[in-house]
């Protein structure tokens, strides 16, 4: 049984940093594209980040570039969102996803297993 955890979240003041992570089990991360998106309230579910299968390449949302990053521990079968410079629009649930794709897709339909989402909300 595939199950992906995501933990992390939290409240941050504008201009801080929070460190997601993406616990698989039951599915070896590096043999799936992983991706983070995130959905707040009203609001379609959106991609922000998104690491290929084997060479671990990374894509970003605009909106994510320069701030967030994707990475990826192995050993640990963990997929990580590090975001920095957090702005009050980045308040959402936030969500990670894996595709056999061999890249990570922008539309969430293109994925097999999501995680249940950890909220991040950031104070002006």
């Known amino acids: 049984q595939v199950q992906l955890v995501e933990s992390g979240g939290g409240l941050v003041q504008a201009g801080g940093s929070l460190r997601l992570s993406c616990a698989a089990s039951g599915l070896t991360v590096s043999t799936y594209s992983m991706g983070w998106f995130r959905q707040a309230p009203g609001k379609e579910r959106e991609f922000q980040a998104g690491i290929t299968r084997n060479a671990g390449r990374s894509y970003y949302a605009d909106s994510a570039k320069g701030r967030f990053t994707i990475s990826r521990d192995n050993a640990k079968n963990t997929v990580y969102l590090q975001m920095d410079s957090l702005k009050p629009e980045d308040t959402a649930v936030y969500y990670c996803?894996?595709?056999?794709?061999?890249?990570?897709?922008?539309?969430?339909?293109?994925?097999?297993?999501w995680g249940q989402g950890t909220q991040v909300t950031v104070s002006s």
């Open positions: 996803a894996a595709s056999l794709r061999p890249l990570p897709a922008v539309s969430r339909y293109e994925y097999n297993y």
